[in-house]
Every structure is written in C-alpha cells, then in structure tokens.
C-alpha cells in the first residue's frame, strides 16, 4: 500500500474513533491553562501508529502524545491524532486528524530539520472531508483538486490568527489580530491549525497566521497549501523542539503593511 493510502487509512481510523465518541463524556488525563489533554488523544495516536509501523516498521513517527523510532531516519511521520482538542472536549464539531509523512532532504527548510513534507492529509470526520496532498502532485478534497483563493484585496479577505498558549504568544497574536482586523473582511480564530491550513488550500480562507505552533498542526497543511497554490513561511520559534511561527496564505493578500508598529 502507498505512503498516501496509508495515511488516508490511519486518518479515517482515527476520525471514525472521534466521531463515535464525540458529546459523550471524555477522560480527561491532564488540564493546562489554554488546553486539555486527552484519552482519547492517546487512544487515536496509538490506533495511527499501528497502521504506519504494520505497513512500515522502519520508520520513525513524531507525534503530540508520544514519539517512536529514529528521528534522524530518512522517514518521518508526523502525527497529531486530535488538533482541536478543546473543541472536541466542549462538543464544538470544528477538529481534525492530521498525518503528513516527511522525508530527508537536504534542499528543504532549514526550519524543518532538512526535511520535506511528501505526504499530508487532514480528516475532518465531522464533516467527513478527507483533505490530501502529494509533493509535486496537487492538494485535494474528497477527490476534488484544490486551488487557494483568488482575493488579492485585504478588505475582501478572511484571515486566520491563531493564539498558542502562553502570555507572550497570546499578546503577540492579539498585536497583529488589533491590526488586521481593521483591514480584513472577517478574522476567525477556529481552534485547529491543521484546519486553517486546509482551508487555506481550499480557498475557503486566505491566510492563517500563528506564533509558536507545534511540527504536528502544520505537518500535512503546509504541504496542503504549496500545492493549492499558495505559499507558506515557517520559522523556528523558541528553544522547544519541533515549535515555528507560521504564515500561510493564497500568496496574493497584501498584509504586512497593516500590522500596527508595536509601542
């Protein structure tokens, strides 16, 4: 079976667990300030792993709950079984399962630890919209291929500022969401990076913007939105591993120019 195969397979697994259990009451493992984790962010990170080790043993996975295998190999899984657990946990049908497979290469992102996302799908089992893309090969949507947006104009444009979750991150989002919401149509702050990013690809948003966000919310989605179209900037973030700021857009919103000086 290919790497995409299996990747789609895993997501559906996965999203099919969450949207069995979805409304009923979750065991919670762990309550942080801005997040909850989880059981079930255990129980579908666990369900994927299986899928990709069964089909490929030599690979390694990075994953929000847990982490296996070489990281230095020439493949990687990146995993997040949940993104928009706070969602879920509130029964606010907006989540997903997002797996991207990425592979050495020496000409990619620095950023990324010199490798390159090949493989990306994103599985919104509430809305049953399987979202997926091949490097070279396009981004799609329930088998229909993807285009990002043609909005050029901020004012006709819906953005996406996301807000991670210490004080420095949350005041620096708020700074560029103060600005940006005087100039854009509409501002959303949906809870699921992986989400904004499909959307992105979709055309349904223009941009997504946040600051400190994990390897695992963006792993599939960047890949999404290069090959809709648009374009994406990522830049480390921090001294946590696996942690960037990130830009992603249709390539054609001018934006920059509206963000406010900070005093």
Request: hydrophobic share 40%; glycine share 8%; with cysteine.
């Amino acid at each position: 079976m290919s790497f995409l195969e299996i990747a789609k397979q895993s997501a559906q697994k996965a999203g099919k667990l969450l949207r069995e259990h979805f409304g009923q009451n979750q065991l919670v493992n762990e309550v942080e300030t801005h997040d909850i984790k989880l059981q079930m962010d255990v129980d579908c990170q666990r369900l994927i792993e299986s899928c990709i080790l069964d089909a490929f043993p030599d690979h390694s996975i990075v994953g929000e709950e847990e982490s296996h295998g070489n990281e230095k190999g020439e493949y990687r899984w990146v995993v997040d079984p949940l993104d928009g657990t706070v969602n879920y946990t509130y029964a606010i049908p907006h989540f997903c399962v997002s797996v991207a497979l990425q592979r050495r290469n020496p000409g990619a992102r620095t950023a990324l630890g010199g490798y390159e996302s090949i493989v990306g799908v994103i599985y919104d089992p509430m809305r049953d919209e399987l979202f997926w893309a091949e490097k070279g090969k396009g981004a799609y949507l329930n088998g229909k291929r993807l285009t990002v947006s043609p909005r050029a104009k901020i004012s006709e444009a819906i953005l996406s500022v996301g807000f991670a979750k210490t004080e420095e991150t949350i005041n620096e989002g708020l700074h560029y969401y103060k600005s940006l919401v005087k100039a854009a149509r509409k501002i959303r702050t949906m809870g699921s990076a992986a989400l904004d990013l499909a959307y992105v690809a979709a055309g349904r948003m223009d941009m997504y913007l946040e600051f400190k966000v994990r390897l695992w919310d963006i792993g599939a989605g960047i890949l999404l939105v290069e090959e809709a179209g648009g374009t994406v900037e990522v830049r480390a973030a921090g001294t946590l591993p696996h942690m960037f700021e990130t830009m992603a857009s249709n390539g054609k919103i001018q934006w920059r120019e509206h963000v406010e000086k900070s005093e």
